[in-house]
C-alpha cells in the first residue's frame, strides 16, 4: 500500500490562510511554492509577505516588490490543475526574477523598492487552487541555488531559509513553519482561514526526498514517510556527473523497529 507522504492547501477564491504574528521582512528576498491553479486565467495573490506579492496575471505568473503596484510576469501561463514551482527574488542590486520549475523565466529593474517592514503572510487571497511547500529565505536565492533546491524537500536549517512550510501537519485549522538553526525552531505557524487540508500534492516526479552531499561529504534526507512496524523499502541512489558508483543503488527499510541499511 502506498504511503501518503502529504497535503497541500487548497483554496476557492473565499478563504486564505495566515501567520499569526509578523515576520520581518528581509531586504534581500527570495520565495518558493508549488502551485496548482484550479483555473484558467486567474489574476490573484498567491502569497502575500509584506510589500513582497507571488501571483498571477491572466493565468502567468508574477511578481510585485512594491505592494503588487507594479508586476513583472512570465510570458506563459500555468498549465491548470498541475502543480508548478515558482521562485520569486528580489536582490537589493534592483533586480526582480521569476523562475519556472527552475529555470529563470523574466528578470527585471522596473521600479524602485519601498522599505521594508514586518508583516504577515497571508496565502490564498482570491486564488483557486492548490498551494504547496512554501518557502521564504533571508536572501536572493541565485540560479544555482534556485535549481538544487526547487524541486526537493529541505531539511529546514539550510543558511539563510526564514520559514518553511510544508503543510504536511494534517491539521484543518493551523499550519507549522519547521525552519530552523541549530537548536532554535523560527515557529512562523499560521491560521487555515478557510482553506481545506487536501491530498493533492506534487508528484514525486515533481517534488521528491533528495539530498545533496555537504562539504563535510555528509547527505541528511528528512521528512520521509514509513508505516507500521516493519517499516517501508526504499531504494537509495546516489548520482554524480561522469562517474559510477558501486553499487549502484542501495535498498533499505526505514520505520518503525526496521533496521535494515
Known amino acids: 500500500e502506498e504511503v501518503h507522504t502529504g497535503y497541500s492547501l487548497k483554496f476557492n477564491g473565499n478563504n486564505t490562510a495566515q501567520t499569526k504574528d509578523e515576520l520581518a521582512i528581509p531586504e534581500n528576498f527570495s520565495v518558493q511554492a508549488y502551485v496548482n491553479p484550479s483555473e484558467d486565467n486567474q489574476t490573484t495573490t498567491i502569497i502575500s509577505s509584506g510589500i513582497y506579492r507571488l501571483g498571477l496575471e491572466e493565468g502567468k505568473p508574477a511578481f510585485s516588490a512594491n505592494n503588487g503596484a507594479t508586476w513583472v510576469t512570465v510570458p506563459d501561463a500555468l498549465t491548470t490543475n498541475t502543480f508548478t514551482q515558482l521562485t520569486a527574488v528580489y536582490s537589493t542590486t534592483g533586480s526582480w526574477t ?3 520549475d527552475g529555470e529563470e523565466k523574466v528578470s527585471q529593474n ?3 523598492r519601498p522599505s521594508v517592514s ?7 487571497t482570491s486564488f483557486k487552487g492548490n498551494i504547496d511547500e512554501v518557502r521564504l529565505w533571508e536572501k536572493a536565492l541565485n540560479s544555482s541555488e534556485v535549481q538544487t533546491t526547487f524541486d526537493r524537500l529541505l531539511n529546514g536549517s539550510e543558511k539563510g531559509l526564514i520559514a518553511y512550510w510544508r503543510f504536511d501537519d494534517g491539521v484543518s485549522d493551523e499550519f507549522y513553519d519547521i525552519s530552523y538553526q541549530t537548536t532554535t525552531y523560527h515557529a512562523n505557524h499560521g491560521t487555515i482561514n478557510g482553506a481545506e487540508v ?14 545533496l552531499t555537504g562539504t563535510d561529504g555528509v547527505y541528511t534526507i528528512t521528512g520521509i514517510p514509513y508505516k507500521g512496524t516493519n517499516g517501508t523499502p526504499y531504494t537509495v541512489t546516489p548520482s554524480y556527473p561522469n562517474h559510477t558508483f558501486n553499487p549502484e543503488s542501495t535498498p533499505i527499510t526505514i520505520g518503525g523497529t526496521a533496521t535494515s541499511f
Not at 514586518?118 to 490564498?124: D, L, N, R
Not at 487536501?198 to 539530498?211: N, W
Open 110 to 112: 522596473p521600479v524602485n
Open 118 to 124: 514586518k508583516a504577515k503572510v497571508t496565502f490564498g
Open 98 to 100: 521569476l523562475y519556472v
Open 198 to 211: 487536501s491530498k493533492i500534492i506534487p508528484t514525486t516526479g515533481e517534488l521528491a526526498l533528495k539530498a
